[in-house]
């Protein structure tokens, strides 16, 4: 499977868009870029997830270049209880997610 | 997207007892799985419960250990056997509803041994 690679921790002031990438050069064409976030001792939170097309929920919007090796998930307007683990995680549809160390996102006032 | 129900919440267990924690979902599901957090650390795979079979364990983990049953689409229990203060660790309960859709999470159970 498919490695990522993330910042360790992030920055980002309230109101504003939180921009968190992902790189993950040695996706294979089954794959599928999942986000999750995980708030500090609850269970992971799904966010978004796509294969080669942007998308856009309620909660964020998945950037994924064209070439499929790298993404952004966008927080379009950052609030306090934005700040958490975010995780991105590229795998086939079917298989068990395998989490890395992801980003630490903090949100200030 | 499914719901899922995880018990108990927390524990606190003695070592070398067992502890059965249960996972119930309000929905039939395609896979589910099983996952440990230790203190400080990210998400592992324990095991993918498999309905009517035994489950498929990830390397380190162990049947005799952490014995899975899953007896149709909706129920899963983990056992953590013959537990020591290393055992201590968030345990969380994961299914997939379709191949399109993400993945849920329960919220976990959180397992002090003492």
């Known amino acids: 499977d498919a490695k990522t690679t993330q910042p360790t921790s992030m920055d980002c002031a309230e109101g504003r868009a939180a921009n968190l990438p992902c790189n993950h050069s040695?996706?294979?064409?089954?794959?599928?870029v999942y986000w999750y976030r995980q708030i500090h001792s609850q269970g992971p939170q799904y966010i978004i997830h796509?294969?080669?097309n942007n998308e856009t929920n309620e909660m964020a919007s998945l950037i994924i270049t064209e070439d499929r090796k790298s993404s952004t998930l966008i927080l379009p307007h950052a609030t306090l209880r934005d700040t958490a683990v975010y995780y991105c995680?590229?795998?086939?549809?079917?298989?068990?997610?395998?989490f890395g160390k992801g980003t630490s996102l903090l949100v200030t006032p | 997207s499914a719901v899922i129900s995880q018990k108990p919440s927390r524990d606190i267990c003695q070592r070398g007892t067992s502890l059965t924690i249960q996972c119930q979902v309000d929905?039939?599901?395609?896979?589910m799985f099983w996952y440990r957090q230790q203190p400080g650390q990210s998400l592992t795979l324990i095991a993918t419960?498999?309905?009517?079979?035994?489950?498929?364990?990830e390397s380190g983990f162990v049947i005799d250990k952490f014995p899975i049953s899953r007896p149709n689409l909706t129920f899963s229990t983990l056992t953590v056997s013959n537990m020591s203060p290393e055992d201590s660790s968030i345990y969380l309960c994961s299914v997939l509803e379709a191949f399109n859709y993400g993945y849920t999470f329960g919220s976990g159970t959180r397992l002090t041994v003492v």
């Open positions: 995680i590229v795998r086939p549809p079917g298989y068990a997610l395998n």
């Open positions: 419960a498999n309905q009517g079979s035994e489950a498929t364990y």
């Open positions: 796509g294969l080669k």
């Open positions: 040695t996706i294979s064409g089954n794959e599928y």
């Open positions: 929905s039939q599901v395609t896979m």
